[in-house]
């Protein structure tokens, strides 16, 4: 009888969407089941109910193999010019998803110039290894190695998200 009435709320639960579950310890150990965060405690998590979409769940088993072992981001700087929109549109033409960092900050460039040991703009990253100025024919060869198809299929939409 018990189970059944579990069962019935799970269910339920199921179908609810928009709401938010969160999962709480309390100060004795004992887990709690919420719409809200067990007042006074530290130790709650928020459960995430039912399949949220991932924006780059069409991109082709080539492509997102590539992008998990070697995600590529672009480093740029508001003024950058040409050079900058050359390495977009190559990334574009070959259906590289990619994030863009523009360094505004000088925070922002002084992290970049630690982790890059240079100053060239724009730059990218495949997986660990740096691309320091846009030379097409290196970006492409290390591209190619990293295992991102030569063209893409189609034109992604949003292939440029920012950097977090």
């Not at 639960?13 to 928009?18: F, G, S, T």
């Not at 080539?62 to 740029?76: G, I, K, Q, S």
């Not at 040409?82 to 002084?110: F, H, N, W």
Request: charged share 25%.
């Amino acid at each position: 009888m018990r189970s059944g009435f579990l069962l019935i709320c799970l269910l339920l639960l199921a179908n609810v969407q928009a709401a938010e579950l969160y999962r709480s310890i309390d100060k004795d150990g004992k887990v709690h089941y919420s719409d809200t965060p067990l007042e006074g405690s530290e130790d709650y998590e928020r459960l995430k109910l039912g399949k949220e979409p991932v924006p780059d769940e069409n991109l082709p088993y080539e492509t997102r193999r590539a992008r998990d072992n070697f995600p590529v981001t672009l480093y740029t700087f508001p003024t950058c010019g040409s050079a900058c929109q050359q390495a977009r549109d190559m990334l574009d033409k070959r259906g590289i998803p990619y994030a863009e960092k523009s360094l505004v900050t000088k925070e922002e460039i002084d992290a970049f110039h630690q982790a890059s040991g240079d100053s060239k703009l724009p730059a990218a990253t495949v997986g660990r290894t740096w691309l320091k100025g846009f030379q097409a024919e290196q970006w492409n060869s290390e591209l190619d190695f990293a295992g991102y198809p030569k063209t893409a299929p189609y034109r992604p939409a949003a292939a440029v998200k920012p950097a977090q």
